[in-house]
């Protein structure tokens, strides 16, 4: 449960310093999940800042994240990136990211690109493959916002992820002759992987990846106001699909394979969205 009495002074401190380096807000925010840190190499005139000269943000603990901001633009389009998160699996608590998405939002940003590493569901999403995300279960049935006050804490989660900006990611696939599929994202609290019995139960609900990240944030960004768009590289097959036992280190090595094309990607949509009229407004 979020402590407001310390939170929202950190989130005042957070915005104070991120206005007084950067000015302005970039329109766009980018969660760099694993196998999507080289997006950052497509930033141009880029400022870096620590995650510990943030006071709202988390202090990640996971291999393969980096805790840092990234400032600049992709094309014409200006944004800032996160290099890690934290995960609910670190503590329990599913309120890490609060500080730091309700800063960028009191900052100005207006939209929210998440990324992730997934497990895939779908034998015709092999590792490798992309993914836009239409949907989520939140299979653990954890909010974070229990305990927030007032009627906006009933979030409509009927279009969580921003079907304008799925269609204008479909649309540069399309022109860039990309193969991104689209599906549901379910979310499992690990940090243990999934049973094969659970893969076989997630998938029958419907899901078409599993992870371990983005539902928590999602809920979160759409509670501040942000508009949000979901991007999930698939770095295994999940539990019971192959015969290969699933590891950490395994989900990092596919994750650094197929990360370049990945980031190409994710730079080409963030450049596209210096033409949605919709995040100018």
Known sequence: MIDHKTLNPRIDATVEKLNSLFGAAPE???????????????????????????????????????????VGRIGAQRVVMLRGRAHTYESGDCTGMAGALRSLKRWGVKALLQTNASGSLRTHMP?????????????????????????????????????????????????????????VYVWALGPQFETPAEIRMFAAWGADAVGMS???????????????????????????????????????????????????FLARVVAGLAELPSLRA
Do not use: C
């Open 28 to 70: 766009v925010a980018v969660v760099l999940g694993s196998g999507w840190a080289g997006a950052v190499s497509h930033v141009e005139d880029a400022q870096q800042l620590s995650y510990a000269e943030l006071p709202a943000f988390p202090q990640p603990k996971v291999e393969g994240h980096v805790s840092e901001i990234v």
């Open 127 to 183: 590792p490798g493959s992309l993914m836009l995300i239409s949907d989520h279960i939140n299979a653990p049935q954890r909010s974070p916002l229990v305990g927030e006050p007032g009627s906006e804490r009933f979030v409509d989660m009927s279009s969580a992820y921003d079907v304008e900006l799925r269609s204008l990611a479909k649309q540069i696939a399309k022109a860039n002759n990309q193969i991104v599929g689209e599906g």
């Open 214 to 264: 983005t539902v928590p944030e999602t809920i979160l960004a759409r509670h501040a106001g942000l508009r949000v768009m979901g991007l999930a590289l698939m770095t295994n097959m999940a539990a019971g699909l192959s015969a290969e036992a699933l590891t950490h280190a395994l989900t990092l090595q596919q994750a650094q394979a197929s990360g370049e094309r990945a980031a190409a």
